[in-house]
């Protein structure tokens, strides 16, 4: 966003308005800690303010301040799209490409006709509105509104609960800050977040240590399913519907999952393929070290996107199908992933 546009955004909101925070579907830690970061934040500011999620948080994340507070479009359908269409300033938070939210949600979405606000880190943002604060370079959504609340010069206002959600988002994203992404200047938002109330162990302990035992089967699956392929230096693992119910497959059990196949001596590329029966496809998760864009690869290939490093994708296809297109693709790439970690 350029000084012309912070001048702007800042004038608009020095007087009380009708805010509403949306964020990406099937959201994640950094999505739903920097919707609740905002609302709060606006909230003390005066303003007033209804996030609207797509779907529900996974249960790891529901202890998040306000979380109970936020309306789920899929469930909540008309008081939702009222919150949306009713606010004159949308904030669109950790997306970047409205059919992220869904199909019916990108709908009232795209008939909003007030001020878009984006602050997101994915790549190649849609143009929607000139408050767009965009940085790929940067680890996390919650690391930009702890930024935008600086620009706006209001680090005070950081208080316990806002600090909460900005660091519960800043952990998951870098994999507990340890991503190549991960900066010094992470650190130092991450130790004012922990002097301003954030209770480091306490998020920590909330969001990984709540395994059911159902879960640990999953990844026990998932781990037996692993095909390694080291000429590609790619690993990748699946999950049917019928794996997942036996395991009575709740929200936000495959997190993570795909990272352990990039955990294997000369991995550098995992995948992981998830039959979704409620949406009819198989959703993929890449990762990569080094590099060798899954991004690039899933906008290619699986009409995805995301990160260099981190990307998701989908396909209509059945499981088999899907992996025997990815295990096709590989021959392609094997170079440039060698390459793009080795040298
Ligand atoms: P995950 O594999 O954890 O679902 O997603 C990894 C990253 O890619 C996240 O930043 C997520 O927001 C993004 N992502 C996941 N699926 C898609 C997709 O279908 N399209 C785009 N553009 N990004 C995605
Ligand atoms: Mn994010």
């Known amino acids: 966003m350029n000084s ?31 919707s609740l970061a905002m609302q709060h934040y606006l909230k003390s500011k005066g303003h007033t303010v209804q996030t609207v ?3 529900e948080a996974p249960a790891f994340l529901q202890w998040l301040p306000g979380a109970e507070t936020t309306l789920k479009f899929d469930k909540q359908n008309q008081q939702s799209k009222k919150a949306i269409l009713e606010s004159n300033i949308l904030f669109i938070l950790d997306f970047n490409a409205l059919h992220r939210v869904g199909e019916t ?9 007030g001020t878009f606000v984006m602050i997101d880190h994915h790549q190649q943002p849609e143009p929607l509105s000139e408050f767009v604060y965009s940085d790929t370079s940067i680890c996390a959504t919650c690391q930009m509104v702890y930024h935008f609340i600086d620009t706006l010069g ?18 998951t994203d870098t994999g507990s800050f340890r991503f190549s992404s991960t900066t010094a200047l992470t650190h130092r938002v991450v130790a004012d977040l922990i002097a301003k109330g954030a209770d480091n162990a306490m998020i920590h302990d909330r969001v990984f240590n709540t395994n059911t035992t159902s879960r640990l089967e999953l ?4 781990l037996t399913n692993m095909v390694v392929l080291q000429e590609s230096h790619t ?23 795909v990272n352990y196949g990039l955990s294997l001596k000369g991995i550098y590329m995992s995948a992981i393929f998830i039959e979704d029966s409620d949406q009819n496809i198989v959703k993929i998760s890449f990762r990569s070290k080094g590099r060798f864009s899954v991004n690039q690869f899933s906008r290619n290939h699986f009409q995805g996107g995301g990160h260099d490093n981190a990307a998701g994708g989908r396909s ?7 992996v025997e297109r990815f295990v096709s693709l590989l021959p392609t790439y094997k170079e440039a992933i060698a390459e793009s970690y080795e040298s």
């Open 235 to 257: 690993a990748y693992m699946t999950l049917s519907v019928t794996e997942l119910e036996n395991c009575n497959y709740q929200k936000g059990d495959t997190e993570g999952l």
């Open 105 to 113: 949600m990108q709908a009232v979405l795209e008939s909003y006709t």
């Open 53 to 55: 999620l797509p779907n």
């Open 316 to 322: 209509t296809s059945s499981l088999k199908t899907t």
């Open 4 to 34: 012309q546009s912070i001048s702007a955004l800042k004038k608009i909101l020095s007087t009380p308005q009708k805010i509403s925070l949306v964020t990406h579907r099937n959201p994640d830690g950094d999505a739903i800690g920097s």
């Open 154 to 171: 209001d680090l005070n206002s950081i208080d316990a609960a806002i600090a909460s959600c900005l660091y519960a988002g800043i952990m």
């Open 219 to 222: 990844m026990g699956i998932a």
